[in-house]
């Protein structure tokens, strides 16, 4: 089996940065991708490929990764960019892809 | 734009088969640029790749699901289908169906970028 951890949860103030770490061991190798899913809702690719942003995906969104860990950034968090965020890749050999566990991230 | 719209049973009853049906329309099952999967999500828990197929016919499936999972498109009416069988409590999950695209430097990474609204089976007698 793979898996990618993430914090369970984060918290910001409004006009803060929140970071949102996702470590797996395939990561040096594979692309991570962001999703973002509010309350209800279905989830939302926000970044790809590491660190593309979809269009229509605010400029505050950007993704980076080094070595065994990926990184999505919100810069100045909105009130409306309180949901869970889930990072997905795949393992060394492209057969079991994988979502990790999810980060709520709270604005308050 | 592209739509995905899933379908099917709400409630299931242990040990039968799950069945649900995703219709695509704003686009076609049968490009050759896609593939099409299902991520399902049970009540308050994260999400999990279940399985994937392209319009040929091939498909990719989450190996601890692998023996209870079938993954099939028709093309002629631009849908593809989900059936896990021998459903028990731990299937009751908000079942999403979306396309599976992938990149364009190497073509090895998939990942979905569209999704449906997703479609709550419950698990029970």
């Known amino acids: 089996s793979y898996e990618l951890t993430q914090p369970p949860s984060v918290s910001v103030s409004p006009g803060q940065t929140a970071r949102i770490t996702c470590s797996g061991d395939a990561l040096p190798k594979k692309y991570a991708y962001w999703y973002q899913q509010k309350s209800g809702q279905a989830p939302v690719l926000v970044i790809y490929?590491?660190?593309k942003r979809p269009s229509g995906i605010p400029e505050r969104f950007s993704g980076s990764s080094s070595g065994t860990m990926a990184t999505l950034t919100i810069s100045g968090a909105q009130v409306e960019d309180e949901a869970d965020y889930y990072c997905y890749s795949t393992d060394s050999s492209a057969n079991l892809w994988v979502f990790g566990g999810g980060t709520k991230v709270t604005v308050l | 734009q592209l739509q995905l719209q899933e379908s099917g049973p709400g409630l299931v009853k242990p040990s039968e088969t799950l069945s649900l049906t995703c219709t695509v329309s704003g686009g076609s099952v049968s490009s050759n640029d896609y593939y099409w999967g299902w991520i399902r999500q049970p009540p308050g828990q994260g999400l999990d790749w279940v399985g994937s197929v392209y319009y040929s016919g091939s498909t990719y499936y989450n190996p601890s699901l692998k023996s209870r999972v079938t993954i099939s498109v028709e093309t002629s009416k631009n849908q593809f289908s989900l059936k896990l069988s021998s459903v028990t409590a731990a299937d009751t999950a908000l079942y999403y169906c979306?396309?599976?695209?992938?990149?364009?430097?190497?073509?090895?990474?998939?990942?979905?970028?569209?999704w449906g609204q997703g479609i709550l089976v419950t698990v029970s007698s």
């Open positions: 979306a396309r599976w695209n992938r990149d364009i430097l190497t073509g090895s990474m998939y990942y979905f970028d569209y």
């Open positions: 490929e590491d660190n």
